[in-house]
Nanobody
Framework: QVQLVESGGGSVQAGGSLRLSCAASESRSCMGWYRQAPGKEREGVAAIYTSSGNTGYADSVKGRFTISIDNSRNTVYLQMVSLKPDDTAMYYC???????????????????RGQGTQVTVSS
């Protein structure tokens, strides 16, 4: 059982930045972030293949979000800049054994997820 604990969410104005952190009890081959807003479908945001560091991003966040991992600490980060009101959602850290190609396609289905951290962006 992998335990994931997110932190770093909050409320910012449009154009602001936040960095989310996810401390994992152990990692899986693919670590990622997805988000869900009320009334909207789950959206994969970013994912990283832990052994190689290859990453994938949703088109909606490319150039604004960066996923990274500190393998020594089993901690995954999501740096978010130039935030928009459309980025408002609950953000979940997640883990699953995916092959590299599936991981960097930014999946929305993972075996394990954290409790979520709220990100609210006001205009």
């Amino acid at each position: 059982q992998v335990q994931l604990v997110e932190s770093g969410g909050g409320s910012v104005q449009a154009g602001g930045s936040l960095r989310l952190s996810c401390a994992a009890s152990e990692s899986r081959s693919c670590m990622g972030w997805y988000r869900q807003a009320p009334g909207k479908e789950r959206e994969g945001v970013a994912a990283i293949y832990t052994s190689s560091g290859n990453t994938g991003y949703a088109d909606s966040v490319k150039g604004r979000f960066t996923i990274s991992i500190d393998n020594s600490r089993n901690t995954v980060y999501l740096q978010m800049v130039s935030l928009k009101p459309d980025d408002t959602a609950m953000y979940y850290c997640a883990a699953h054994h995916y092959v590299r190609s599936a991981c960097i396609s930014v999946p929305t289905t993972f075996t394990y997820r954290g409790q979520g951290t709220q990100v609210t962006v006001s205009s």
